[in-house]
């Protein structure tokens, strides 16, 4: 029996497989330490400042990244090894001119005096980590080569927590949001000087004289179009929050919604990684017809209702006696909220599986307009709610949006299947409704 194991471990997928299970465990797990970490060594004011920061972090590397990857994986596959130097390399010029455009808002923010100056450095520098290790992420999963892929998200978003973790412990003086900064930036490096050691077997050399090809990046922007909305869109269910608070009810109270929020998107990131896995046969499924497309939905529904249940209920109970433990009272104040965040990130990470549904097929103009409803439907209640009922009315706000996610998904989806999964004609893509690759917080 061992000797079938190990020969099973020795396959070449096997062993890819298991070694990207552990990696994404590492990473998912390193989100909860982190959390606990800052919520342990900050104080509540500078946990808001830490939630306010990822949140502008997470909507600038949108319009740095611009979606440009759902263009650049199109025809990255079929490419020679030097059409994918050159498909980078125009990646990387439209990359570094919306960078010099973020940096000059965020020069004006700092001269305004809407963003600390203090932060604005580590900002950008941890802004172009991000985005290079991000996308050069996306560049090894596409050219075949998941593990390599895994070890440079590790590197960008887990190993250096399990440093700082030590290193806090360690050296009090330590014990600031700079040092988190310093980390997540050092990472972020590592990640990128790994994932060029990755990629250097492509003929880089071929890339002398050459000049970007602007007609293609105007062909991958127009492509993108629809993904920038349909991730815009997620970005406000997500983060518009952490901004209404800080507006209506101060610093404090955003770093105990951050430290609850911050979590649960963790838990959504691992159901984003699960739901990934589905996503193929979904596809396949619906090519198909409409058992196979039923087929196929089966068990992800499952699947994923086990994972939201099993893993929204151990929050719940675990969250009170471990917040005792650690003495964190500040935290264990707003538990209430925390309970009622629970029921919007159970459904957030169900709507992974009508999402995939209509994402396989193609009626991605119902895809694009049930994430930009439910980021209207989030904004709305948290300018309404949180003036009102604090970070319990953005709990709320945040329920009834990624119910209305759901629920809407969910009726396009069973619309599909009464159709037998066949849709006639097909329409340009409006991208993955998640990305759990996507920024560590």
Sequence with gaps: MRSRVVDLLRRPAVAALVATLILRVLTLGSRFLLSLLLARMLSPAEMGEYGLLTAALAFALLAVGLEFYSYTYREMVPASPEGRTRIIA????????????????LGGLVVAGSFPARL???????????????????????????????????????IWVYVIAALMFAAPSTRTLETVLVWWALGGIAAIGFSALALSDLPWRSLRGYRPDWEAIR????????????????????????????????????????????????????????????????????????????????????????????????????????????????????????????????LRMMSDVPSYAVYAARSDRSLLACNLGSAVVSTVLNLVLVPRLGILGAALASGVASAALFFSLAGFALRKLRENGREHGASASAGLPTDPDMLYP
């Design 219 to 346: 062909t991958g922007l127009r492509t993108a179009r629809p993904f920038m909305l349909t991730a815009g869109g997620a970005l406000v269910i997500s983060y518009v929050d952490r901004f209404v608070i800080d507006q209506f009810v101060g610093r404090d109270a955003l770093g105990i919604y951050t430290f609850y929020s911050t979590i649960l998107i963790g838990l959504w990131s691992l159901g984003g990684s699960l739901s990934h896995q589905f996503l193929p046969k979904v596809i396949a499924g619906y090519n198909k017809g409409g058992e196979a497309y039923r087929a196929a939905l089966r068990p992800f529904f499952w699947t994923m209702l086990a994972l939201a249940s099993g893993t929204t209920v151990l929050c719940g109970v675990a969250m009170g006696p471990m917040l005792a433990m650690l003495g964190l009272s500040a935290y264990a104040s707003g538990l209430s909220v925390f309970y009622a965040m629970l029921p919007g990130i159970f």
């Design 90 to 105: 125009n990646q990387f010029t439209l990359g570094a001119l919306a960078l010099f455009a973020v940096g000059l808002v």
């Design 120 to 158: 604005a450095p580590w900002f950008l520098i941890i802004l172009i980590t991000e985005h290079a290790s991000l996308e050069a992420t996306r560049i090894l999963i596409i050219t075949s080569r998941p593990v390599r892929a895994y070890v440079g998200v590790f590197l960008r978003g887990g």
